[in-house]
């Protein structure tokens, strides 16, 4: 995935409190999503798309279920290429 989707999708407040949540409790629904934010369910379908393009998560869909699952990947290739400079890890 590319830097630059990772980093617009991590500059979003809204989309960092759902990979917070999925980082709690992983495998949620959009509509589990929906009750912690102050967005409507079409808000949280579109953070969710942005966050898959970035490779951020994943879903998974089992019958009429679709879950959301945490992809931390990205995050580690940022930290490795990026913070690593600099703060020395």
Do not use: C, Q
Not at 5 to 15: E, Q, S, Y
Not at 60 to 85: D, M, N, Q, V, Y
Request: glycine residues 6%; without cysteine; proline residues 2%.
């Amino acid at each position: 995935m590319s830097d630059n989707r990772v980093f617009h999708a991590l500059a979003n407040a809204d989309r960092r409190h759902i990979l917070d949540l999925l980082l709690e409790r992983d495998g949620r629904t959009a509509s589990e999503l929906e009750h912690y934010l102050p967005i409507s369910r079409f808000g949280v379908r579109k953070h969710l798309m942005v966050l898959r393009a970035a490779g951020l998560i994943t879903t998974r869909t089992h019958g009429r279920r679709t879950t959301h699952h945490l992809s931390s990947a990205p995050i580690e290739l940022i930290r490795a290429h990026w913070l690593g400079k600099y703060v020395g890890t």
